[in-house]
């Protein structure tokens, strides 16, 4: 079993950063793929980023290539999104997610582990 936690979420204005981080716990996180998902009232879950156990390939949705960086250290169990430039339009609450087999790393349904998620919210 595999647990995560989010953090890092708040208010940023137009331009600005910020990191989110997803904290796992359970002895097979560092075997996990784990991928960032955004929720808005238009979309249910969009992909956000992957990065693979190992962290030597990552994967980036359309909307945020170029701006955010995910990163892993399996020392300290913990994923980072690093977002730069954020824009209004990445105001969403994100959820980190967690899978053993990854086959598809932008469909939800392959992710077994999900947090609670964290609000971001980017003002104009």
């Known amino acids: 079993q595999v647990q995560v936690v989010e953090s890092g979420g708040g208010l940023v204005p137009a331009g600005g950063s910020l990191r989110l981080s997803c904290k796992g716990a359970?002895?097979?996180?560092?075997?996990?793929?784990v991928g960032w998902f955004r929720r808005t009232p238009e979309k249910e879950r969009e992909f956000v980023a992957t990065i693979d156990r190992r962290g030597s390939s990552t994967w980036y949705g359309e909307p945020v290539k170029g701006r955010f960086t995910i990163s892993r250290d399996n020392a300290e169990n913990t994923v980072y999104l690093q977002m730069n430039s954020l824009k209004p339009e990445d105001t969403a609450v994100y959820y980190c997610?967690?899978?053993?087999?990854?086959?598809?790393?932008?469909?939800?349904?392959?992710?077994?582990?999900w947090g609670q998620g964290t609000q971001v919210t980017v003002s104009s």
């Open positions: 997610a967690a899978g053993i087999s990854v086959t598809r790393v932008d469909i939800p349904s392959k992710y077994e582990y």
């Open positions: 359970g002895r097979t996180f560092s075997s996990c793929a």
